[in-house]
Nanobody
C-alpha cells in the first residue's frame, strides 16, 4: 500500500490550498484517514481525521478554517485549507489505516507567506 499526497505550495496569508491523498495497491479495507503536519523545528501534530463513516475531528488551531473529506472512493482524502495563516506553514502528511495497517504519505510542503 502506498499513499501519494499532492497539492502543497506557496500561498499568501488569507489564501486557500487543497491537499489530496490517494492510496494505491491491493486495497480491501479502509479505516480512518488523517492529515498531520510538522512545522519547522517542531514535532508532528494531528490536524484532522475522518472516519470511514464520515465523522470528522479537527485540531483547535484549524477549526472553522480547514475541512477534511473523503473522495469518490474510501481510499482518497482531501484537506481544504482556507484563511491560511503563517503558522500553518509546515510539511503536511497524510496518514491512513488501510488493510488494518497504518501508512504515511511522503509529505507535501505548505508555505504561507507574503
Amino acid at each position: 500500500v502506498q499513499l501519494q499526497a499532492s497539492g502543497g505550495g506557496l500561498v499568501q496569508p488569507g489564501g486557500s490550498l487543497r491537499l489530496s491523498c490517494a492510496a494505491s495497491g491491493v486495497l480491501f479495507s479502509a479505516g480512518d484517514m488523517s492529515w498531520y503536519r510538522q512545522p519547522p523545528g517542531k514535532q508532528r501534530e494531528l490536524v484532522a481525521t475522518i472516519t470511514n463513516s464520515g465523522r470528522t475531528n479537527y485540531a483547535d488551531s484549524v477549526k472553522g478554517r480547514f475541512t477534511i473529506s473523503r473522495g469518490n472512493t474510501q481510499y482518497t482524502v482531501s484537506l481544504q485549507m482556507d484563511n491560511l495563516k503563517a503558522e500553518d506553514t509546515a510539511v503536511y502528511y497524510c496518514n491512513a489505516i488501510v488493510n488494518w495497517g497504518q501508512y504515511w504519505g511522503q509529505g507535501t510542503q505548505v508555505t504561507v507567506s507574503s
